[in-house]
Each structure stands twice: as structure tokens, then as C-alpha cells.
């Protein structure tokens, strides 16, 4: 059974920071990318950021330059550290796992819960 465990949403005044923690857990062999999706009401759920296993970093571009995404490999853990929030990003913040769940090499995408994260006055 593998797990994605989020935590660190929020309410946040605009303007301000939030850390977004995603901890991957259960039976698996390895992890590919990681990544933070979100889904405001109405919307579609849209690709935040991601990251490969080797650090290279992906981000939507109405995120570039506030919002930083990083990886612990040892502790199977992403982050989504979010600066000068908007309005606009307020929505469930998802977190997705690729992961290797055989010896084969076959793979699975995991989902997390996802957060809560309100940019309001």
C-alpha cells in the first residue's frame, strides 16, 4: 500500500509564504518525479511544478520566480515552498508520485489527498 501524505496548507494573507510537504510511504522500489498539482473550484487541476528524481525542476508559468519546488530522495519527501501568494493560487494543492513498483521497472502514478490553500485578506 503507498501513501502520499501532504501537509502545510493553509490560510495565507496575499502576499505572504507557505511550505507544502508531500512524504511518500508504503511498497515501493523507487521514485521518478514528484510533482504538485492544483485544482480550484471550477477549474481544471493544473501542473504547478515537478521534479525529477535528479533535481531537475519543471514550474507552470504563472509560478515561476515565487514558487520553489525541492525533493529529499533519502526521505522520499517534495516541497513546495510558495512565496508572494496571489488570490489566484488558492486551491487544493495535490501531490503526485511516479513511482517503480516491481522489479520489472513497472510503474505507477500516486495521488495524494490533497491541501487546502486560501490567499485571502
Known amino acids: 500500500q503507498v501513501q502520499l501524505v501532504e501537509s502545510g496548507g493553509g490560510l495565507v494573507q496575499p502576499g505572504g509564504s507557505l511550505r507544502l510537504s508531500c512524504a511518500a510511504s508504503?511498497?515501493?522500489?523507487?521514485?521518478?518525479?514528484m510533482g504538485w498539482h492544483r485544482q480550484a473550484p471550477g477549474k481544471q487541476r493544473e501542473l504547478v511544478a515537478d521534479v525529477t528524481k535528479g533535481g531537475s525542476t519543471n514550474y507552470a508559468d504563472s509560478v515561476k520566480g515565487r514558487f520553489t519546488i525541492s525533493r529529499d530522495n533519502a526521505e522520499n519527501t517534495v516541497y513546495l515552498q510558495m512565496s508572494s501568494l496571489k488570490p489566484e493560487d488558492a486551491a487544493v494543492y495535490y501531490c503526485n508520485a511516479d513511482l517503480v513498483v516491481s522489479s520489472t521497472g513497472y510503474r505507477m502514478n500516486y495521488w495524494g489527498q490533497g491541501t487546502q490553500v486560501a490567499v485571502s485578506s
Open positions: 508504503g511498497s515501493f522500489f523507487s521514485i521518478k518525479a
